[in-house]
C-alpha cells in the first residue's frame, strides 16, 4: 500500500478509528464502574474491551453488561 492510497482511505478511516477509540474508552469505564455482568468477570471483559478491537466493546454491551 502505498502513500497515495492511504491519503484517499483517509477520509474514511479516521472517524473510525475515533468511533472506535471512543467505544473502548466508554467500555472500559463501564466495565470498571459496574459490578454486575451477565456473562464473565471484570478482569475478562477488561481484557475483551482492551484486545479485541471494535467488536470487543460491543460484545461488551451486547452480552456481557448486566443490570444496573
Request: glycine share 6%.
Amino acid at each position: 500500500m502505498d502513500l497515495s492510497m492511504l491519503k484517499e482511505y483517509l477520509p474514511f478511516l479516521i472517524p473510525l478509528v475515533i468511533l472506535q477509540f471512543a467505544l473502548s474508552i466508554t467500555a472500559l469505564i463501564h466495565v470498571l464502574r459496574h459490578p454486575h455482568y451477565r456473562f464473565g468477570n471484570k478482569v475478562m471483559w477488561v481484557l475483551v474491551v482492551m484486545f479485541i478491537h471494535f467488536v470487543g466493546p460491543i460484545l461488551y454491551f451486547a452480552l456481557g453488561k448486566g443490570e444496573d
